[in-house]
């Protein structure tokens, strides 16, 4: 599949998901997670934030009251109208949205001191084209923050063919060692790497927000079903039944680079 097939793919899949998926986020317990994704990334009053892949806002929204500005960007102009949405329902002031591609992002070099990426790299074809478009756009010594899924090497192949059933537009999700290897040649250091397990979450709330083509949603719940029955994870999502739901988790990454 060619790059712009692909971003067609993108923008159909996320237009079909953008209500459920800003409702699935927008869900999520506080929990004094806003404050620690804030400490975590270094925000700092002063900053000035591009947040890459923005979908229905989460991240920027969460970083708003701890910067001076954030921009979010996006491929999908669903998804930025429910980020607009939440911005408005959460009183928002100092966000704003553009439409845009990650591998030639409409920003001046070094326009901004943090630029963070949340969720997207697994549906990039060449996720480090789209890494080097975020350092170029961060000032020295700013921070490059990448925030995805990364499964187990032994579990990488399984975790892709289930989700890329799910999801069509779903290309890879790199495992840590690769998060770790996309500043190389960059003027990035070396990224502090953050490890983390997403919460658990509700297998048929996910599966309302998805729209495969290659297979029904009810053959979908069916795998995960057996999967969490048998309690091997052979598809690499952690499915485990709790009291009648099915329940699945995943390990994810967060890599902060200072750009040199």
Not at 24 to 29: H, I, K, N, R, V
Not at 48 to 74: H, K, M, Q, S
Not at 215 to 233: K, N, W
Request: aromatic fraction near 6%; charge should be negative.
């Amino acid at each position: 599949m060619s790059d712009e097939s692909h971003k067609t793919q993108v923008i159909s899949q996320f237009t079909q998901q953008a209500e459920g998926y800003a409702r699935l986020t927008g869900s999520m317990e506080d929990g004094g997670r806003r404050a620690k994704f804030a400490v975590l990334v270094g925000a700092r009053a002063d900053d000035v934030v591009l947040d890459v892949c923005c979908g229905a806002g989460a991240i920027a929204l969460d970083l708003a009251p701890y910067v001076a500005r954030v921009t979010g960007l996006d491929l999908t102009p669903a998804m930025l109208a429910q980020a607009q949405t939440a911005q408005v329902q959460r009183g928002v002031t100092n966000a704003d949205w553009r439409q845009g591609d990650v591998y030639a992002l409409p920003f001046a070099d070094a326009a901004f001191s943090l630029v963070t990426c949340g969720a997207a790299l697994h549906h990039m074809t060449d996720p480090r084209a789209a890494f080097a478009e975020l350092v170029r756009v961060c000032r020295p010594g700013g921070r490059v923050v990448v925030r995805d899924v990364t499964p187990a090497a032994a579990k990488s192949a399984a975790y892709d063919r289930m989700e890329i059933l799910r999801d069509p537009s779903h290309t890879h999700a790199l495992t840590v060692d690769e998060v770790s290897q996309l500043g190389e040649g960059l003027p990035v250091g070396v990224p502090a790497l953050h490890a983390s397990e997403a919460a658990d979450l509700p297998l048929d709330a996910i599966l309302a927000a998805s729209f495969p083509e290659a297979i029904s949603i009810a053959a979908l719940r069916a795998m995960f079903y057996e999967d969490a029955r048998a309690g091997q994870d052979r598809l690499g999502f952690r499915a485990r039944l709790v009291g009648g739901d099915i329940l699945i988790s995943y390990a994810q990454t967060t890599a902060i680079w200072v750009r040199r």
